[in-house]
């Protein structure tokens, strides 16, 4: 007798893949035949020494080698993590008849390509290797990216369908790899709008403090010091900035408030929504952008710059203004034209929760991956053998 069709998810266990991975288990383990592992789940004694002495170790450890790849950081990052996917596929393989494959994101597939052949394999990603050449490195260097470009090209052709949140990364796929359009479909990822629910009175009066909120990790590349620059220079007097990130930050200014240890979906972090006037990231890469569409969903108008997929989510003018990386005048204006139009804002921010709803729903994104998945699971050659043992 066939054994039932199964599929094995395995997802980076990353800030924003870690909660979409969350969110996938929440909406599809009661509905798909799916078993679902982090990449670094039940890592091994030489996996953890892998990722020490190869993942990690910088030559020489200086910024400027950090920025431009020039030691091969990332492939090296890369490959440990494709390395722990593969122990881990192995591994469940061995107890568990799969009959399909899913990876998030496609570095995770990069040393699976045997397995990609055999099995049916879903692709999700963010971003592609050939993107993240042009945003990270001067066009002289970028090719140090070219072991990931080399091992992208072959996931993406040995996947049976490839996921892309944004029309940018689809273009990328397509374009820098010469990959069928009909293979790339783009499913834009979504928030659980029921667990960022608009607030029921905010204060847009003039006469408070303007409220200014930053919610990234990587403070510097995600313009970090940019935002705090422009505050100090142009509205510490009336406004407040809080930030809530990892990285160790030392400003020193009674409206600048420092937030380390706010956890996603607790409610000091959704108060920090709710109390703000504009979500402000002027970033300089971005592979997607959750945050923004957390933002969005509490209602709040965007200030972020106009690069990859953040002008899918933001429309300048309509929900929030797109300026330039780096453009620390455009910046400013941008705040300043918030703070002296507080209902513009506020009608902006009810349009960015509008958009959150009908576009950029976790319900909605998951409805349609499962279908994807569902086709992989299932194939027609097993769909078929399985109707024919019940006849």
Known sequence: ?????????????????????????????????????????????????????????????????????????????????????????????????????????????????????ELPTVISLDRTAAQASREYTKPSLRWTFAPNLHLDKQVFEAAKSIVSFSEAARRSVIEDYNIPPKKVTVIYPGVDVDKIPLCDVRNHSNEKLFNIL???????????????????????????????????????????????????????????????????????????????????????????????AIPEMVTSGENGLLIEPGDRTALAQSIQHLIENRELGQRMGLKGRQLVEQQFNAKTHFAKLETLFQEAIAPPNITTELMRSSL
Not at 46 to 62: Q, W
Not at 86 to 99: E, S
Not at 283 to 305: D, H, K, N
Request: aromatic residues 14%; neutral net charge; hydrophobic residues 40%.
């Open 1 to 117: 007798m066939p054994q039932s069709p199964r599929m094995l998810s395995i997802v980076e266990g990353f800030i924003g893949h870690l909660t979409y991975g969350r969110l996938m288990r929440e909406y599809l383990s009661q509905s798909c035949p799916i078993d679902f592992y982090w990449h670094n789940d039940e890592r091994e004694l030489r996996t953890r020494l892998m990722s020490r002495a190869i993942g990690h170790y910088r030559i020489p450890p200086t910024r400027w080698t950090l920025e431009q790849n020039t030691d091969f950081f990332l492939f090296r990052f890369q490959m440990c993590l494709g390395y722990f996917a593969r122990r881990l596929v192995l591994r469940k393989m061995a107890k568990t008849h799969y009959t399909a494959l899913h990876f998030h994101t496609q570095p995770l597939a990069y040393l699976c390509l045997d397995l990609m052949k």
């Open 214 to 308: 930053f919610v990234g990790g990587d403070f510097e590349r995600k313009g970090g010091y940019d935002l705090v620059n422009v505050f100090l220079e142009k509205f510490s007097d009336r406004a407040e900035l809080h930030i809530v990130t990892q990285t160790p930050i030392e400003v020193n200014h009674h409206n600048i408030h420092i937030y380390k240890n706010i956890k996603a979906y607790t409610s000091d972090w959704l108060n920090l929504y709710h109390q703000a006037d504009v979500f402000v990231m002027p970033t300089y890469a971005e592979p997607f952008g959750w945050v923004f569409l957390e933002a969005m969903a509490a209602g709040l108008p965007i200030v972020a710059t106009n690069i990859t």
